[in-house]
């Protein structure tokens, strides 16, 4: 009797990235024009993009980049393009972050260092457990929420960019175990045109520097931004 032998090929086709309605909006939205200036600071480049698209965001400052700064290779002038374009372009040329949305909020995160099998753990996967702000200023909200999360930070600086100036806006959250970034990201989505920068406490060479975290604001939508 003949043996026949059927071969079943499977093929398995990758699924494309989804994301929620208003993650997808963030990223369609289309400036006019851009341009990342060679030598500036890819978290400079990152808070512009985030401005001039008034997407709200954050950044948690990696390790590496806070010793050793990593600059803009070279000049990037785009039209027309879409946020999350201008995204990719942007970590194409600093691989020590990766950039990721939650709820309409884009982040900046270090990468895990290469041959490093342990997770790092970060200050903002701690749980802030039952916390309700109303009508707080912003920078003092930020402040509260850290110090829940046992994050001791005596105050959040802000600052503003693109020369608005620093406006004291006030912020109403109900926040109920999430994490600090979450909390921080809500913060500013809440406002809805600022951003977070998170820097973990070091020791480089003979100088310690404690968490910080500042708050950068921006005024309402702005004129370079195009429509989605």
């Given at each position: 009797m003949n043996s026949i032998w059927v071969a079943m090929v499977f093929v398995f086709q990758p699924l494309a990235w989804s994301y929620t309605k208003s993650d997808q909006a963030a990223l369609d939205k289309r400036l006019p024009e851009f341009v990342?200036?060679?030598?500036?600071?890819?978290?400079?480049?990152?808070?512009?993009?985030?401005?001039?698209?008034d997407i709200?965001?954050?950044i948690e400052y990696s390790f590496e980049t806070a010793e050793h700064p990593v600059s803009l290779k070279k000049r990037g002038h785009y039209v027309g393009a879409e946020a999350k374009t201008l995204l990719d372009a942007l970590i194409a040329q600093n691989p020590?972050?990766?950039?990721?949305?939650?709820a309409g909020v884009i982040?900046?995160?270090?990468?895990?260092?290469?041959?490093?099998?342990?997770?790092?753990?970060s200050p903002l996967d701690r749980v802030v457990e039952s916390m309700e702000l109303t009508e707080v200023a912003l920078d003092i909200a930020a402040t509260r929420i850290c110090q829940s999360a046992g994050i001791l930070i005596h105050s959040a600086a802000i600052d503003s960019i693109g020369g608005s100036p620093i406006v004291y806006r006030k912020v109403t959250v109900d926040l109920r175990k999430v994490t600090l970034r979450e909390a921080l990201n809500r913060l500013v989505k809440t406002d809805g045109h600022s951003s977070?920068?998170?820097s973990q406490q070091r020791k480089h060479m003979s100088h310690e520097y404690p968490d910080s975290l500042t708050i950068l604001q921006w005024s309402g939508?702005?004129?370079?931004?195009?429509?989605?």
């Open positions: 990342f200036s060679k030598d500036e600071g890819v978290e400079f480049g990152f808070n512009k993009l985030c401005r001039q698209a709200p965001c954050g020590r972050y990766r950039w990721t949305i939650n982040n900046l995160v270090p990468k895990a260092r290469e041959g490093d099998k342990k997770r790092h753990d977070w920068l998170f939508m702005s004129a370079d931004a195009g429509k989605p």
